[in-house]
Every structure is written in C-alpha cells, then in structure tokens.
C-alpha cells in the first residue's frame, strides 16, 4: 500500500525543499514526494530513497523519472548493514508511522507500533550512525505519539532539534523537527568514539556506552578495536552544580592509587573512563563464595582506608548498592565520585561498617557464615573515628572473618 501524500507529506515537503542539502537520504519514501522536494534543490546532489514495501519501490521507480534520486527497498537503515557500510549522509527525512496500532487496521504506513513512537524510537537510536558530522535531520510526527516520548528519544542519543513548525489539524497536533548533532556528541566522535549509546541515569548524570574506532591513543593508553568506554554527561534536569567538574578532579587524583574507573579524557559537559564490565556488590555476594566475599570486602575497606588517609569523603558509603561493581577480576572498582569532597574527618570506612551491619547484608553474609559481630564492629569503628591509623583499621578487618 502506498502512502498516499496528506496534510503531514505536504507540511514535511516545505521544510524539504528549504533545508536538504548534500547527499539526501529518504526513509520510507511511500509516494517519493519528499524525494522529489529534495531532489529540487540546487544544494542537494544526490537522493537514495528507501521503503520497506516492494510495490512501493516499484511504483515509484516506474512513475518517478530523476537522474538525481535512486530508489531501493530496506527496513530503516536494514540496507547499510551489507551495502554503503560506511556511508554517511548530509541530509536524512523521515515522515515515519507514527499513529498508535490498530488492531483492527495493520497498515505499515500509519502504524508506528503498539504506542505509535516506537519506529521513530528504532530511527533515532540508529540516525547517528549514518549521519555526517554537520548533517541534519527532518522529521514529522503527530501528537498522538506523545512529543516527550520523541524528544527524550532524541536527549538520549546526544541530538538537539529545532522545532520548525506546530500545526494543528482536526484531533492532533503535527510537529516539524530538525535534530542535528549536539557539540558533545561531535566532540565524542572527533575522539574516534562511535556506536554511542544511552545506558543508564542517575540523579545527576546520564551514561552512554561507546566504542573506540579502530587504533588510536587516549589520555596515554593505546586502544586497539572496539575498546568500550563510558561517557558520562549530566543530567539537564539536575539543579546539582559543577559535578562532573568535580568528579573529574577526584578521578584524576585517585586513580594514581588504583581507585576508581581509569579516566581517559574529559571536557566541561562530560567525562569518559573505560566501562566496567561487572556486578553490583550486592548480586555479588549473594552469588558467590565465603572466601571470595571476605577478599572482596577486606579489598573495598583498603580503597576507602586510603579515601579517608587523603580525606576525601565520597559520600554514599552508608548504602552503596550502586557505588560498588566487581569486576572480571574479582576486584571491588569504587564508582561515582560526583559529590566527593574533602573533609577533616572523612567518615568512608565507618559509612561501610554502618553498611554491613544493615539487617539485608548481614544476613546475607549469615548465609554464606561469614561473622560480623555488630557490638563489635560498632566499638572497632568508634576507635577508628577517634584516630584514623592503620592500627585502629586492622582491628575493623579483624572482625570480618
């Protein structure tokens, strides 16, 4: 079935013929209007228009006669997984399904999934790859697609977008958007950083997962193929102030003593630090052996021994379920040091001795017969916060056993 040209073609066609530059790509063409909008400007010099529908590529190659536009049959970017691998394009439109499914109707040109954004969800995650460093996305989708949906979508894989037209037509909303490429996301790829995508959040601060491209050297380490790195930006709704510049402050100081994810390079808005590939402490203990556990913990206690010799009060210590990742090597890496800051008497080890003696851990080292005497580590701990020596924090290890 061919998607025939409507209010949202001809709104999407105006912007077309005003913005396409270059090398134009044309996501699922239907009718090839928007082929032809591009193909008629005098900036653009070539456009490869793609549909999933066989009958759709057919009719247009028989019906549309223009030496500038070429027409091929793929799901996306399907095509570029064999074919122009490494192609990058100027200009890339999209005028996706974006209605939610109808049970009753299955058609390929209206139904954008279940919740109506969920192939404009797989378009944005991919777009990036396939977009030239100055290159620009035009997009169109309805209200019915939920617009913070889409605009989440596009802050998730480090785009920004101008929103170039609103206009309302019977029961919805349509919304022109031109997304390009935001300067983090460009100055991750001048590092050779591809394949970038969004991970997880905090509270402060978003993780994307990345790759180094091929050979290259960062921050003094050589990296050879798909080495893994994790970026970390903040989060915009955060009204938390200069945490990755501080974070970055504490990484670079502690990881000349083996603490912390190693930090590869840095600017004002983000950081990157090779990606642990590991569990969570608290998955780790319920996993693993007697031996293993005890190792582990002795290991956590000696970093944050260390945390409170240079007084650095990482915070978070009392509940860290996130803060601490056991790596392949079975060793405990300390993460997130956004709110670090120096103290007279950091209270790291003594936080980590309130941790174990919760009643969830504790039982959970019960199980594996590990003792903690909670009178006991109580009275070690009391010592230690008097006078922070090495003595006084051998007496807490002592009583892990």
Request: glycine share 4%; net charge positive.
């Amino acid at each position: 079935m061919i998607y025939k040209p409507r209010e949202d073609s001809k709104l999407l066609e105006h912007y077309v013929r005003q913005y396409a530059k270059g090398s134009v790509l044309d996501i699922g063409t239907g009718s090839g209007i928007q082929a032809i909008a591009a193909s008629k400007n005098k900036k653009v010099n070539s456009v490869l228009a793609l549909d999933i529908q066989k009958d759709t590529i057919e009719h247009c190659k028989k019906n549309i006669v223009n030496k500038k536009i070429k027409f091929i049959i793929s799901d996306l970017f399907e095509i570029f997984n064999n074919k122009l691998k490494n192609k990058k394009w100027d200009t890339i439109i999209f005028n996706p399904p974006y209605l939610p499914e109808d049970i009753k109707v299955k058609d390929l040109t209206l139904d954008g999934g279940k919740k109506g954004y969920e192939v404009l969800e797989r378009f944005l995650n991919e777009v990036n790859n396939y977009l030239k460093k100055d290159g620009i996305v035009l997009i169109i989708f309805s209200s019915l697609t939920k617009k913070d949906k889409i605009d989440e979508f596009i802050e998730k894989n480090l785009l920004e977008f101008e929103l170039l037209k609103k206009k309302h037509i019977f029961f919805e909303d349509l919304y022109v958007y031109l997304i390009k490429k935001s300067q983090i996301l460009k100055k991750l790829e001048n590092k050779k950083i591809e394949n970038i995508r969004y991970f997880t959040k905090g509270k402060r601060g978003f993780i994307f997962i990345g790759y180094n491209a091929g050979k290259s050297k960062i921050s003094g380490t050589n990296f050879v193929g798909n080495k893994k790195i994790a970026i970390k930006i903040k989060n915009p709704k955060s009204k938390a102030i200069s945490r990755v510049e501080n974070e970055i402050k504490y990484l670079k100081l502690l990881n000349k003593k083996s603490i912390g994810p190693k930090l590869l390079f840095y600017d004002k808005d983000f950081l990157a630090y090779e990606f642990i590939e590991g569990i969570f402490f608290l998955d780790y203990i319920k996993n693993n052996n007697r031996k293993s556990i005890i190792k582990i913990i002795k290991d956590i206690f000696s970093q944050l021994f260390i945390l409170d010799k240079l007084n650095i009060n990482k915070e978070e210590m009392s509940h860290p379920d996130k803060h601490i990742l056991i790596d392949k090597n079975n060793f405990p890496i300390l993460i997130d040091f956004e709110r670090a800051h120096y103290a007279v008497k950091p209270g790291n080890v003594t936080q980590f001795c309130d941790y174990l003696m919760s009643k969830t851990i504790n039982s959970l080292l019960e199980n594996n017969k590990i003792e903690i005497n909670n009178k006991k580590i109580i009275e070690k701990a009391k010592q230690y916060k008097k006078k922070q020596g090495k003595e006084n924090f051998n007496k807490i290890i002592r009583e892990i056993k």
